[in-house]
Every structure is written in structure tokens, then in C-alpha cells.
């Protein structure tokens, strides 16, 4: 969850939840303006929140991931940020 703020994982939800849920991973990076690093960064820590599942350069949007959506900013700060404490 490297260089990952609720902005960058909420930025990413949302652009998925616009291309219907479901999107190839170069796709994304390019709508995104992302360096492939910063990409990565944003994906894994989706997938490690349960937001995102990634099959065959697939990248699809989870249960998980519309609640995050639902939820308060502040929220979803707090929960990015106890993940990457989990992950040190």
C-alpha cells in the first residue's frame, strides 16, 4: 500500500465503476494518467482491501469495492491507512 492515499484508491474504484465494473488493466492506467508504478501501487492496494479481483489482465469491481464507494472520505483514509500499518 505504498504511496496509496483515499484519493488515488477512491479515483481508481470510481473510474471502474464508470467503464461498467469491469476493464482491462491498460485501460485503466491510461484513463488514470498514472505511472505504472504509481499504478501498481493503486491496484495491489485495492486487491489487498478486497475492492478489486484481477484475472487475466482483467480488472473487476467487487461488492467490497461499491461499499468503499459508499462510504465517508474520512473513512476510507482510515481504513487505506490501517491497511498499510497491517502491511509494515
Do not use: C, P, W
Not at 479481483?53 to 461499499?67: E, F, P, S
Amino acid at each position: 500500500m505504498e504511496n496509496v492515499d483515499a484519493d488515488s484508491l477512491l479515483g481508481f474504484l470510481k473510474l471502474l465503476l464508470d467503464f461498467g465494473g469491469r476493464a482491462h488493466i491498460g485501460e485503466l492506467a491510461k484513463s488514470l494518467h498514472l505511472t505504472l508504478d504509481e499504478f501498481y501501487h493503486v491496484l495491489n492496494a485495492a486487491e489487498g482491501l478486497g475492492a478489486v479481483k484481477l484475472q487475466d489482465n482483467q480488472v473487476a469491481l467487487t461488492r467490497r469495492g461499491l461499499d468503499i464507494l459508499r462510504m465517508k472520505f474520512g473513512d476510507v483514509h482510515h481504513m487505506v491507512k490501517l491497511r498499510a500499518e497491517e502491511l509494515i
